[in-house]
């Protein structure tokens, strides 16, 4: 059984201050993607991963996988309140053709001015 | 419209009566999914299509039914509903394969239907 586990789950910044998102998988997989969810709405699709080593970056939010280590990073840089919202990590389940997703918990993330 | 859309966005019902809710998507996505995301648990799958007239059950089942006739509809009903499915319940469509080089199955998602059980 695939399991994600995202930390933290809760995460209050001050704006213009860097930090870490972490995303740690159970099982060999080589997609992982990373979803913004505002509260009330969908999920919006940020960043898709697709092979040990990928980096993807789009303003102050950067994505990373490293497959061997089972891990997926998103590092924001110089937060501003706009980033507020919950961060999904979620990773293909390997095998098959089943192509299901397993999302972690989530981080709640604030950023306060 | 493109996209994938659900209905109702809101719903609220009482303990045992039957509710279906609608998924539609216009982009011809080979793969449907219903998920449920409550506090704490984050989002779980449902059950899934892979096509047309073929589903499969996914991490909490009991309790839903769903069917697929059409490619693009993908309903999941609730057949008695109790208290502990009120949720959001989010549809989300993917492509099976891409065109050319490494496919992404990347999941796109529904604006989602709030339902609350009485």
């Known amino acids: 059984e695939l399991k994600v586990e995202q930390n933290p789950l809760f995460l209050s910044m001050q704006e213009g201050k860097n930090y870490t998102i972490y995303c740690n998988y159970s099982?060999?997989?080589?997609?992982l993607y990373w979803y913004r969810q505002d509260p009330g709405k969908s999920l919006e699709s940020l960043f898709v991963?697709?092979?040990?080593?990928a980096v993807k970056q789009e303003g102050r939010l950067m994505a990373s996988l490293d497959t061997k280590a089972r891990l997926s990073t998103l590092h924001i840089t110089a937060a501003v309140h706009d980033l507020s919202a919950t961060y999904f990590c979620?990773?293909?389940?390997?095998?098959?053709?089943?192509?299901?997703?397993?999302f972690g918990k989530g981080t709640l993330l604030t950023v306060n001015p | 419209d493109a996209g994938i859309t659900q209905s109702p966005r809101y719903k609220i019902t009482e303990t045992g009566r039957q509710v279906t809710l609608m998924c539609h998507q216009t982009?011809?996505?080979?793969?449907m999914f219903w998920y449920r995301q409550d506090l704490g648990h984050g989002l779980r799958l449902i059950y899934y299509?892979?096509?047309?007239?073929?589903?499969d059950k996914g991490e909490v089942p009991d309790g839903y039914v769903v069917s697929r006739s059409k490619t693009e509809n993908f309903p999941l009903t609730l057949e008695s509903a109790t208290r502990s499915q009120t949720s959001v319940y989010f549809c989300?469509?993917?492509?099976?394969?891409?065109?050319?080089?490494?496919?992404?199955?990347?999941?796109?998602f529904g604006p989602g239907t709030r339902l609350t059980v009485t």
């Open positions: 099982t060999t997989s080589d997609r």
């Open positions: 991963l697709l092979s040990n080593g």
């Open positions: 982009w011809s996505h080979s793969y």
């Open positions: 979620a990773v293909l389940l390997p095998g098959g053709s089943n192509y299901k997703l397993t």
């Open positions: 989300a469509s993917s492509v099976a394969g891409g065109t050319s080089g490494s496919p992404s199955y990347e999941q796109y």
């Open positions: 299509s892979a096509a047309a007239d073929i589903t």
